[in-house]
C-alpha cells in the first residue's frame, strides 16, 4: 500500500498524544508533505507505535519526544528521539536480541514482553528498510528509520 508518510505519522501521534500528555512529555511530528512509501499500514503502524511507547516508557515528565522526517537521496529517514534513561553503550548491541531488556526489574515494572524491537527490527528489514539506534546513558535515545521512498 503507498502512503503518505506525514499524514500516517501524525494518525500515530494523535492517537498517542493523551498518553504523553498524561505522563507530562511532549510529541511532535515535524515532516514534509507529499512523501510516498510503500508499508503494511497495519504491521508498520505497529512498529511506529513501539518506539513512541518506549520513547514515552523510558522518558520522565517535562522531556520531549520527537519525530523527525528527512528526505536523504533515494531514502526517507524516520527519526524518533527521546531525552530519557538512555542505554548502556555495552548493550546496544543487544536491545534487538529477542526477550533483552536493559534494566530487568524496572523493565518489568513497566510492563511489556520485550519483543518490541525485536519484531520491529523484522518488520522494517520486511519492508526493505533499516533501523540503527545512538544512545547516550541519562541522555536519550535516537533511533533512525531508514526505507526506500516510492517514484524515483
Ligand atoms: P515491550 O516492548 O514488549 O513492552 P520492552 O520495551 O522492554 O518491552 P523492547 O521494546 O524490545 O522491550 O526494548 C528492549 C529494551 O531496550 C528495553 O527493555 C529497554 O531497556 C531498551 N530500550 C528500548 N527503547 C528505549 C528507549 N527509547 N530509551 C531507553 N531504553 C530503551
Ligand atoms: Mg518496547
Known amino acids: 500500500e503507498q502512503v503518505e508518510c506525514c499524514e500516517f505519522l501524525q494518525e500515530i501521534v494523535l492517537r498517542l498524544k493523551p498518553a504523553f500528555e498524561e505522563k507530562g512529555v511532549s510529541l511532535h511530528c515535524f515532516c514534509k508533505k507529499s512523501i510516498f ?3 503494511d499500514r497495519i504491521r508498520f503502524g505497529q ?5 513512541l ?4 516508557k523510558y522518558s520522565r515528565s517535562d522531556t520531549h519526544v520527537q519525530i523527525k522526517v528527512l528526505k536523504e537521496n533515494q531514502q526517507i529517514r524516520i527519526q524518533i528521539s527521546d531525552q530519557g534513561d538512555g542505554i548502556p553503550k555495552s548493550d546496544l548491541p543487544r536491545i534487538w536480541d529477542r526477550l533483552y531488556r536493559v534494566d530487568k ?3 518489568r515494572a513497566t510492563g511489556g514482553s520485550g519483543l518490541g524491537l525485536t ?3 523484522e518488520i522494517i528489514e520486511k519492508h526493505g528498510g533499516e ?17 526506500p521512498i516510492e517514484g524515483l
Open 37 to 39: 512509501i510503500t508499508i
Open 47 to 51: 512498529v511506529i507505535h513501539n518506539f
Open 53 to 56: 511507547d518506549n520513547a514515552l
Open 105 to 107: 526489574s524496572r523493565s
Open 119 to 121: 519484531i520491529a527490527k
Open 131 to 147: 533501523v540503527h539506534v545512538k544512545s547516550v546513558l541519562g541522555k536519550g535515545t535516537t533511533f533512525s528509520i531508514y526505507m
